[in-house]
């Protein structure tokens, strides 16, 4: 736990590097305003019940008489099969595809990143087991594995989580471990070495902090991705089930009537569409600035 | 034999993130043809800078030209379009030797390939008559065992090799001005006698014009009949070598003489680096200078002649020996 | 080289091992009841017996991988619950569907991708690159199946100019008798000179293409341009341009060779991409290929189908990545 500490203590300098990072995202207008966008979702999500017009249709109640309706101005994006408003449904969907993706990609990094550091900065066996796991881990197609694992474990929304961390892993572990051992040859690294630090705070104090840079690029792409996975698994079957409004969930149902109601697969389809759209979009923005060799001058 | 690269009024800036900075301001430089001239200036100077400004390759969008004219017999280069530059002008009449050799060769082309892929574009010629001049050239730049050197790839030759790769690669275009930009600095000194030889016997064979462009004063002596020395972008002095290196006239170039030991016996005359405050509107060498006068802080010196060819921007250079 | 050969196909042996381990633990070992899971929900007490000691699930560990990694060995992916037939029986007639869309995705990949991000890198931050970004990144946000639905419903129900489904129209396959040589109704079609089967069949692969293409044409388009801007940050493409080579031969074969390493890296990666999004729109298409053979056991729960098409993509996963690989190693740097 004292690394930890370290590693929090080398974070103080950067915190000028980090606002500087923020002012050189903003001076793109693009990124402002996909960060504009994903404040207004994160909004929305929290805010909920509040915003939608029939908070209960998100979750259970039903409503059979105004069924698959066209969008009017009291729905506004139309009713589904069982009466419910489409508006409502989509709103809350924000929160359950936030909420997921924040959750699968923060505990995919707590497991990928440490053992990814250890891999790289201690070497020799350790490395090589480690890093053999993480061929096999990534040696299956994206998604394939966490339909896999999401089918076996059972149906559920936690479970496709689940299935998303254990496929999602491999790749920070990968991606840490390498520049971990790039650094590890460098000469502060064998300095810190040489007058006997200990391992692990060599591990967590010197060599983690400078290679958390890509890492950082990869997880807020991967917001994006891990949202469409979600979609995806729940598009499937074996993700979210039904009530819950998740928008693949609710574009799965829809398959059934939309010949006949296009609001019903269209608006579900365009919000996983604008909310993946702007996390790539930050995503890229943070890219640029991060790396330097993309950097504008 | 006239002037017949002349560079007037060149003024280069870099912009970085926060602000442009000044790379190069060139009152005047000029090389006669058939002659090396020696352009000496300490890293940053701005020296590769001038080397890609005269192609045309200053990368965009950080390089600016602001101003200036870089007269190659009878045109002005900063007026050409790119399309012109890339069939009139680069290969077939200007060429470069690059500093780092295994930088500027392409990784994953042979050699002999990438020697190849030039004389075709240059010489116009085919197919084996290719391969028969890449050896031809080889063999010029003294390279043993041509035929299986050909096939090799950057990674597997030694940093004496590549450069004469790289000088057979710009002799290959058959240009009539090379701009060697410190083609000696990453080798040993061992090897730099032989490539400076190389250079020299090259350049009085086929009578080019040549910009060697280097950091150490002592290298310009042995290859150039002219010399000029850069400092901070600006042509501070300039004459026949022998002039400048013995006879130095500013400050700045008497320091880099001095520098160089000649023996155990001669102590070591180091100028000390007075540090005064920049002349932000006067002499850029003014922090540094142990013999500025007021004048210095309020103008820029120009080149003035002092003594012969030489020409030296320098007020109390020029002026204690009017 | 051969060194290096053997040593990858080493590794990738032990990669595929670890493959068969990891769904050796999902089918056996994580389930509460495996047995139930191999013979499906509906099954009696009596069947899931059965199943168990076919299983040999009570048998130790070690006994039940061996039988498992055998069976795998011979190509005894088990019994469909749905279809009652072996599956490897049912993966080999579903294949060519398949691999059908996989082809043409990964060929528009890389006839479309690669150029499209070399210009992009070429012209960075000058309108086509703008638009090019835009797209690329667009594009990979979409969910794959949505596009196939909502091009079902623009193409087929609004405007009526592109099928709904399948290969072939229902007409077609009433009336004529189509050719069977290698499988692929395009490719049969073609050399017996059927050509309204041709067309039709192409006429029916448009939309299913183009759902599946898209992901991975962004993706590769977008690695390319990194790539490539990274490497014409490089000395070597200054020095080629100080030697007068023309521009194009600078771009399309100094710069793009360099970046063979890379591009067989996001080739192979998308081709795993386009493999999964069959998996989510070939049965919105009715297309007979593997994707709706998976998409149809998730939602009967059939599990040995489940496995099967996993354990066969992985491994070929793995067999793709070996072959990008060895690609790479041709590049000379890496012989050292």
């Given at each position: 736990m004292k690394w930890f500490s370290e590693f929090i203590k080398t974070l103080q300098p950067r915190i000028r590097e980090i606002r500087m990072s923020f002012y050189l995202l903003n001076r793109n207008r693009l990124q402002r305003v996909s960060l504009v966008i994903i404040c207004i979702l994160v909004l929305i999500a929290i805010f909920a019940p509040l915003i939608s017009p029939f908070p209960s249709h998100a979750i259970s109640a039903t409503n059979p008489g105004d069924k698959l309706l066209p969008p009017s101005s009291k729905y506004i994006f139309g009713t589904d099969e069982l009466g419910r408003d489409m508006f409502s449904r989509v709103i809350f969907g924000t929160r359950i595809s936030l909420v997921t993706a924040i959750i699968a990609v923060g505990l995919a990094l707590l497991i990928g990143v440490p053992l990814g550091a250890i891999a790289g900065g201690v070497g020799g066996v350790v490395d090589e087991i480690i890093m053999r796991i993480t061929d096999v881990f990534l040696s299956?197609?994206?998604?394939l594995l966490a339909i896999a694992i999401a089918a076996f474990l059972g149906p559920n929304l936690e479970n496709a989580i689940l299935a998303i961390i254990v496929s999602w892993w491999p790749w920070y572990t990968r991606i840490i471990r390498g520049q971990a051992v790039s650094i590890r040859e460098r000469q502060f690294v064998r300095a810190a070495r040489a007058i006997g630090t200990p391992m692990p705070r060599i591990i967590f104090g010197h060599i983690l902090p400078n290679t958390l840079a890509p890492v950082i690029v990869q997880a807020s792409m991967d917001f994006g991705s891990v949202i469409l996975t979600i979609a995806a698994l729940s598009f499937l079957g074996i993700g979210a089930q039904p009530p819950t409004p998740e928008w693949g969930l609710l574009i799965s149902t829809s398959r059934t009537y939309f010949m006949n109601a296009w609001w019903y697969s269209t608006f579900p389809g365009i919000a996983i569409f604008i909310t993946v759209l702007v996390f790539n979009l930050i995503g890229d923005g943070i890219r640029e600035v991060l790396d330097p060799r993309t950097r504008k001058f | 034999m006239g002037v017949f690269f002349e560079i007037k009024n060149l003024s280069v800036g870099f912009r970085t993130f926060e602000s442009e900075r000044r790379v190069l301001d060139i009152e005047s430089l000029s090389i006669n043809r058939g002659e090396t001239f020696g352009l000496v200036g300490e890293s940053g100077a701005g020296k590769t800078v001038l080397a890609l400004t005269i192609l045309g390759?200053?990368?965009?969008?950080?390089?600016?030209?602001h101003s200036g004219e870089i007269w190659f017999d009878g045109e002005d280069l900063l007026k050409k379009s790119e399309k012109e530059m890339t069939d009139q002008y680069r290969g077939k009449r200007i060429t470069m030797i690059f500093q780092d050799p295994m930088s500027t060769l392409n990784p994953v082309f042979t050699v002999g390939q990438q020697i190849e892929n030039v004389i075709k574009k240059q010489q116009s010629l085919k197919g084996s008559q290719c391969t028969r001049r890449a050896a031809e050239l080889l063999d010029t730049v003294k390279l043993p065992d041509v035929a299986s050197m050909l096939k090799k790839y950057p990674h597997e030759l030694s940093g004496g090799q590549r450069q004469r790769i790289i000088i057979a690669m710009a002799l290959a275009c058959g240009a009539e001005f090379l701009i060697a930009d410190e083609p000696t600095r990453n080798l040993d000194v061992t090897i730099q006698a032989g490539i400076l030889k190389l250079i020299g016997d090259l350049q009085k064979e086929l009578k080019i014009s040549v910009l060697f462009i280097a950091n150490n004063v002592g290298l310009v002596n042995v290859v150039c009949k002219n010399a000029g020395i850069l400092y901070q972008g600006k042509v501070v002095e300039a004459g026949s070598s022998g002039s400048v290196i013995?006879?130095?006239?500013h400050p700045y170039t008497q320091m880099l003489i001095s520098a160089i030991p000649r023996d155990k016996s001669e102590k070591l005359k180091f100028a000390s680096?007075?540090?005064?405050?920049?002349?932000i509107n006067g002499c850029p060498y003014y922090s540094r200078c142990p013999i500025a006068v007021s004048d210095c802080i309020e103008q820029i010196p120009m080149l003035q002649p002092v003594d012969g060819d030489q020409r030296v921007a320098c007020f109390v250079a020029a002026g204690g020996s009017r | 080289m051969k060194k290096f050969i053997l040593r990858r196909l080493f590794l990738g042996m032990i990669v595929l091992l670890g493959v068969v381990i990891i769904t050796f633990f999902l089918t056996r070992v994580i389930p509460s009841d495996p047995a139930a899971k191999w013979v499906g929900p509906r099954a009696k007490p009596e069947q899931i017996a059965k199943a168990r000691i076919e299983l040999g699930l009570d048998k130790p560990l070690y006994v039940q991988f061996f039988k498992y990694l055998t069976d795998l060995v011979q190509g005894d992916l088990g019994h469909s619950?749905?279809?009652?037939?072996p599956i490897m029986l049912d993966l080999k007639e579903n294949l060519p569907a398949t691999i059908e869309l996989v082809l043409i995705s990964t060929i528009a990949a890389v006839f479309i991708g690669i150029p499209l991000g070399v210009i992009s890198a070429k012209r960075k931050d000058q309108w086509l690159d703008h638009i090019s970004r835009l797209f690329s990144v667009g594009v990979v946000s979409l969910p794959t199946f949505w596009v196939a639905l909502i091009m079902q419903l623009v193409f087929f129900r609004i405007l009526g100019i592109l099928p709904m489904g399948g290969q072939l129209s229902t007409e077609i396959k009433l009336t004529m008798e189509i050719p069977k040589i290698t499988g692929f109704i395009i490719f049969d079609s073609l050399i017996t000179g059927n050509f309204r089967i041709f067309f039709d069949a192409l006429w029916h692969l448009i939309m299913p293409g183009i759902s599946i293409a898209l992901y991975p044409i962004g993706l590769v388009a977008r690695m390319t341009r990194s790539a490539l801007l990274e490497i014409l940050s490089n000395d070597y493409i200054t020095a080629a341009r100080s030697y007068g080579l023309k521009e194009r031969t600078v771009l399309w074969s100094y710069a793009l060779k360099n970046s063979v390493g890379t591009t067989s890296t996001v080739v192979a990666l998308s081709i795993g991409y386009a493999l999964v999004n069959t998996f989510l729109t070939e049965s919105i298409f009715s297309w007979p290929g593997i994707g709706s053979y998976i998409a149809t056991a998730v939602i009967g729960l059939d599990y040995p189908a489940i496995m099967g098409v996993t354990i066969f993509s992985a491994i070929a996963y793995v067999i793709l990545n070996l072959i990008a690989d060895i690609v790479i190693a041709l590049d000379p740097r890496v012989r050292t």
């Open positions: 299956f197609p994206p998604l | 390759l200053l990368p965009k969008p950080a390089g600016v030209i013995r006879k130095p006239k680096i007075m540090i005064k405050p920049e002349a | 619950l749905r279809t009652r037939r």
